[in-house]
């Protein structure tokens, strides 16, 4: 299974690929939802975790995006954020997130949701 986890920070985006390495997911990692757009029309991926806030393009904008590809509409995407405004995750929901998960995260959390998402 392929992972694309996208975020302006570089140990978040380390922390969770390794993670999800260690339990033999492939992971591609992109630095914001610019570069994650980029990556998205030349590589399928199974699943999208994306930061919320981030330069360029932040995560409800690159949900967006990512919900205008009609070969997209089904791609599973988290949302991996220190918000836990009940209005962002409302407007996320609206957006066509697959799911939630706040920072700091426990690995066994993360790897429990994705698993979930990839059923």
Do not use: C
Not at 31 to 55: F, K, Q, R, W, Y
Not at 87 to 108: C, L, N, R, S
């Amino acid at each position: 299974m392929k992972v694309l986890v996208v975020d302006d920070s570089e140990s978040i985006r380390e922390l969770v690929g390794m993670t999800l390495e260690a339990e033999g997911y492939q992971v591609h990692k992109s630095s914001d939802g610019v570069e994650a757009m980029d990556h998205l029309n030349d590589t399928d991926v199974d699943l999208v975790i994306t930061d919320l806030n981030m330069p360029n393009m932040d995560g409800i904008s690159l949900l967006k995006e990512i919900r205008k590809d009609a070969s997209k509409v089904g791609l599973p995407v988290l949302l991996l954020t220190t918000e836990s405004q009940t209005a962002k995750k409302e407007e996320a929901k609206k957006e066509g997130a697959t799911g939630w998960i706040v920072k700091p995260f426990a690995q066994d959390r993360l790897l429990s949701v994705v698993k979930k998402v990839l059923r």
